[in-house]
């Protein structure tokens, strides 16, 4: 299938010069987009919680964080001027493009970041070269943030570039109890083995916000420039860099990608900017971590971000979304020039060509180093694994999760935090509806979910024979208009517990509904079956439920691009490969169903003991867009009904299976069907409580 490249494919990310004229192709096309008086960068017409002039501000101010330091690693940019002049007619109350005085929890102040930050770094050629009245005005509007209330979260960050920049050049309005007020706050969010909250106790959240997007990142950034003025906290940041580095190197596969996991994922290669920022800070690097280990995991990710085609618009602007456009995935602060704050993953531009991160060779991603299949993280309840065959070519990296949640209204926040795992390879799907008004699972995006329908409301008649079971008794005449699907969203006593072969595994507790309760192990792969992961369930239920069960979603087309046909036996995957199917297609055997594409091989399959809710597998088909990765996927997913349970335990044992392809090739890589053809066995332990 024919479809046009990224404009970027040909860049091959492998030098300083070939990082800048990245940028600069980033940078240019927003030329075209930029207001008279250069203050405003508008980019499309979707909206946002927030009003339309502060979306204009964050497509004017995002792509500071890349202009800022090209300039301060002594590169030139020909539209510099352009930014110049925005700052000027931003904060000029008199301007027609002024951005506004700011208020209390104002967008204003996220974009306030990248503009201190360009002070503190690039003052010669941007602050230097602006008029006197430019100055002042520019100066009060920056200021005007340190008596507003801001959220307690990594926003306080963002007040503390300000005044970094208010420092660095001098200004009256910077307000140094105010800096050290942020700083003793921000504080308070750390828990320990380098890792931060995104806000105070009881909040549940540890994605990308406790690293590259912002707490990480910020924390390095000011180890750099505050290190003569706050030398003890300066080192207490590094000291936590080392620490997480350990445990953030799980998060990237050998080919460059990040695992999709929680919010403002359309921020793309922001994700891997920590590893930019350990430069940036000189960073004594932990053991066994090198300078071209780093340069490794911080290149081959941008490297992959250049070649997904989806990401950039025709004209080379970015997209509002993740590897193609997609709304459903988006949050309500995502405007179009949000995206930009991938440019935070350019920091390492403002280091000369001398700095061990740019003198190193680049090395491949040390999967030797980490010493183990799997690796469980505490703080965030992660256990990631970069699960291998012996075959090298065999290898997934994901993480199982458990115990996360948003701590505020998010679309989407259940698929972003509470799915049982997440992969670097398959990403996630979100939901587009709940399936209210009919079945509509197609449209929930149940992958890596036990997704759960209160049938108690059902009218008979409906004729909906996509719910349940297949051949259930009456389960084509369950017409389910009242309730939609669940999943899980809040864990309760989520935990670690010990398994008798010394791993570790998760576990916890959640309530779909009020009179259901579902108690969730998962299990991490082992050398006897290491693509394979373990889900096993415990239900309790006074209510009659419809379950969906999902595996990882893949991609749902042939070759030719037509969707997948069926086949018969696992042998007829190979029977095709010189024809449009190139040996593609699902199989549904009963309780197992296994997808094959181009995007890899993914499958489930029943290993639930005998007296347990039968479960019978089919390939869904979910609804356009719902996946993170393809636009047209396909979920192998186990379906039943459970009856309500009288007190008693309904278990559940579920394997998830997948290989995914690897980069520039299709299909899973040769060898796939043997690992298919093992089993996982559920540990001793679990086992003597299902017994």
């Known amino acids: 299938m024919w479809s046009p490249p990224s404009p970027f494919a040909s860049n091959p990310l492998q030098t300083r010069a070939d990082l800048q004229q990245f940028l600069t192709g980033l940078l240019d096309p927003l030329a075209a987009h930029t207001s008279p008086g250069g203050a405003r960068i508008h980019l499309g017409h979707t909206g946002t919680h927030f009003d339309e002039t502060a979306a204009h501000l964050e497509g004017f101010s995002r792509p500071v964080w890349g202009l800022a330091v090209l300039l301060a690693g002594g590169g030139a940019y020909a539209g510099v001027r352009r930014w110049v002049r ?3 007619a931003g904060t000029d109350p008199a301007h027609d493009e002024f951005w506004g005085e700011m208020r209390d929890r104002d967008q204003r102040m996220v974009e306030c970041s990248a503009i201190g930050f360009c002070l503190a770094v690039a003052k010669e050629q941007v602050w230097d070269a602006m008029s006197d009245s430019g100055k002042a005005n520019l100066e009060r509007w920056l200021g005007g943030m340190n008596d507003k209330q801001m959220p307690n979260t990594n926003w306080l960050w963002f007040r503390v570039f300000s005044n970094l920049g208010l420092s660095r050049v001098g200004s009256s309005y910077f307000s140094a109890e105010r800096l050290k007020a942020d700083m003793e706050h921000l504080d308070t969010f750390y828990i320990g083995d380098g890792w931060s909250r995104d806000g105070p106790e009881g909040v549940l959240q540890l994605d990308y916000y406790s690293s590259s997007f912002a707490i990480q990142f910020a924390q390095l950034i000011y180890s750099k420039l505050a290190w003569n003025e706050d030398r003890e906290r300066c080192e207490n940041y590094r000291e936590r860099a080392r620490l997480f580095a350990r445990d953030f190197i799980w998060y990237f596969d050998p080919e460059g990608r990040a695992i999709p996991f929680g919010r403002s994922l359309t921020y793309r290669f922001a994700m891997s900017s920590f590893w930019g920022a350990c430069a940036f800070a000189d ?8 300078w071209g280990m780093v340069k490794g995991l911080q290149l081959r990710n941008i490297r992959w971000w250049t070649k997904q085609a989806g990401a950039y618009n ?4 970015l997209t509002i979304g993740y590897v193609y456009p997609n709304m459903a995935m988006t949050e309500n602060y995502n405007s179009p020039g949000s995206p930009y704050w991938c440019c935070k993953s350019f920091i390492t531009l403002a280091l ?15 999967l030797d180093l980490l010493n183990s299949l799997t690796k469980p993280l505490h703080k965030p309840f992660h256990i990631a694994t970069h699960s291998s065959s012996t075959s090298s070519a065999l290898t997934h990296s994901y993480i199982l999760s458990s115990g996360q949640r948003c701590s505020y209204a998010v679309k989407n926040s259940a698929a972003k935090y509470g799915k049982f795992a997440y992969s670097t390879a398959f990403g996630y799907s979100v939901a587009v509806s709940n399936g209210l008004g009919g079945p509509g699972l197609e449209e929930v995006g149940a992958d890596s979910v036990l997704a759960l329908r209160d049938l108690e409301h059902a009218v008979l008649g409906g004729g909906n024979a996509d719910v349940g079971a297949a051949g259930a008794a009456g389960a084509a005449d369950i017409d389910l208009e009242d309730e939609g699907w669940r999943v899980r969203r809040r864990v309760y006593d989520a935990r670690f517990e ?5 791993a570790e595994l998760l576990r916890g507790l959640w309530r779909p509904y009020p009179g259901v309760e579902v108690e969730t192990w998962l299990v991490p792969p082992t050398p006897a079956a290491p693509l394979w992961h373990l889900r096993v369930h415990r239900i309790r239920s006074t209510r009659r439920l419809a379950a969906a069960e999902g595996g990882w979603a893949g991609d749902g087309q042939r070759a030719d691009g037509r969707h997948l046909d069926a086949v018969g036996a696992v042998a007829d995957f190979g029977a095709g490969r010189d024809t449009h199917a190139r040996g593609y297609g699902v199989l549904e055997a009963g309780a197992a169903v296994l997808a094959v594409s181009k995007s890899g091989a993914s499958g489930i399959v029943d290993l639930s003991p005998a007296g347990a809710a039968a479960r019978t597998g089919r390939a869904l088909r979910t609804d356009a867009n719902t996946s993170l990765m393809f636009p047209r996927a396909v979920v192998p997913t186990l379906t039943a009904e459970v009856a309500p349970t009288g007190g008693a335990d309904v278990w559940w044992v579920t394997a998830v299976f997948g290989v995914p392809a690897r980069e520039g090739e299709q299909g899973p890589p040769e060898g796939w069907e043997a690992e298919w053809a093992k089993r996982p066995v559920v540990p001793e332990e679990i086992a003597k409580l299902m017994a």
Do not use: R
């Open 86 to 88: 925005g700052f000027e």
């Open 283 to 290: 960073l004594e690097l932990p053991a066994p971590l090198t």
């Open 314 to 317: 025709v004209d080379g602007t």
């Open 352 to 366: 000369p060509e001398s700095h061990p991160f740019w003198a190193a060779s680049e090395e491949p991603y040390p």
């Open 498 to 502: 010990a398994a008798g072969t010394g």
